[in-house]
Each structure stands twice: as C-alpha cells, then as structure tokens.
C-alpha cells in the first residue's frame, strides 16, 4: 500500500465467520501505523443471489485498485463473460484469484468417486468436504458451464438433517479463461498453484501467517 494514501476495504461473503474473522483482524492492526485502511465494510449474502443489493451499497464513483476473490471466480464459467470483474476495476488495478485445479478436480472425481442414490459422482473422504458432478463428460470444445456442487463445513454450503445443502459452481479451464482475460484487458501476471505460491512467499509474509496460525487476543 501507499504511504500517506487512506484505504476503504469491502468484505462480502457467504461466510458470515468469514467476515467476523476479517474485522478481528482489522481491529487488532488499527494500531499498526502501516494499515492505513480507514473504513470497513461488511455484508453476508447467500451463494445462489446475484450482487445487485451489494452494487447498491457502492458509491457510484468509487474504484478498487485491487479485487480478491477467494473461490468465488468459480461462480464465474457459467456463461462465456468476465465483464463484471472489469466495470469497478482502476486502471492497473489487481486481481487475485483463489480457483480450484480444474485438472486436478477431474482426475480425482474420475478415480475416486462413488455414486450416489441419484447417479450423482460424489467425492467426499471426511465428514467437512464433499463435491458432486451430475455427469463426468468434458468435452474440450466447450469450455464453459461445467457444473459440480461444492461441500465445505462453515464455509460453503451446509447441512440440515443431516443432509448436505451443496453450493452450485463451475470448472474453471485456464486456457480459455487467459483468452478471454485477454478480450477485456486482463493480463496474468502470475500463476500458481498453493505449494508454489506458498513457498515463493511464505518469508516476505511471514507475519501475515502467523496470524492466521494463532490470532492475536481479544484483549
């Protein structure tokens, strides 16, 4: 960040621990003379609404010069569009991402599913996680729209009766999201999977994961 420069922050999310762990951490960091964020902002929404309450909310002048998106861009292969990431983006403005391995979900939905009561594929080795495809046909010219149901206790999803509520979200195939980055302006400037990300920047932000290992108190 800027020095001397004052930040606003947005937070929204289906998680609503998810957001009340974000505003611990900016509590416990307002001291810190190096978070200059100012503001903080909070909503909760449910996985299958649209964004137009939370549009509503955003002044109509206002920009980000940097966008996360954590699992969510999942939500995004539906339909062959990348136009909303760009309408609040500054220019030279940043994405960050967090998407499943589409390669790597195939492959274990392939070898290590079983079928359910309704001929659903269901991967799930813990009682926390569970994923569900309909079918396992991918056809490589038809990138978009592939449709599973993702499962994560507290998080994505949950349960009632016993029963797992999944949250609907689509596999992201990299080539075609470069090309169609690429139509809107997006470039990527970097691509990692988890372990690599984590090894290259573990060192420069080492106080960051020490936070998120064992959290300052309330006190």
Same mark, same amino acid.
Request: with cysteine; charged share 25%; glycine share 4%.
């Given at each position: ?21 974000a505003e611990r951490r900016h509590k416990t960091q307002q001291e810190d003379k190096k978070k200059q964020i100012q503001k903080i902002y909070l909503m909760e929404t449910k996985a299958d609404s649209d964004s137009t309450l939370f549009r509503s ?16 861009? @999942? +939500?995004? $292969?539906?339909? =062959? !569009? ?12 940043? %994405? ?38 309909? @079918? +396992?046909? $991918?056809?490589? =010219? !038809? ?12 998080? %994505? ?63």
């Open positions: 960040m800027e020095q001397g420069r004052d930040w606003t922050w947005f937070g929204i999310d289906i998680s609503g621990k998810s957001l009340k762990e909310r955003l002044p109509q002048d206002l920009y980000f010069d940097f966008v996360s998106m954590q699992v969510m861009a @999942n +939500l995004l $292969f539906l339909l =062959n !569009k990348l136009l909303k990431i760009c309408l609040k983006l500054t220019n030279q403005g940043i %994405v960050l991402m967090t998407i499943t391995d589409a390669n790597v979900l195939v492959r274990k939905m392939s070898e290590f599913t079983i079928k359910d009561y309704e001929g659903n594929y269901v991967y799930s080795k813990n009682q926390y996680f569970s994923l569900k495809f309909k @079918n +396992l046909q $991918f056809p490589k =010219n !038809k990138p978009f729209g592939y449709q599973y149901y993702f499962y994560l206790e507290d998080s %994505v999803g949950f349960k009632e009766d016993n029963q797992i509520k999944y949250v609907p979200e689509y596999l992201i195939e990299l080539q075609a999201f470069e090309q169609k980055a690429k139509e809107y302006t997006l470039e990527i400037i970097e691509n990692l999977n988890f372990i690599d990300f984590f090894e290259k920047y573990k060192q420069k932000h080492s106080y960051l994961l020490k936070i998120m290992v064992k959290p300052p108190s309330d006190d």
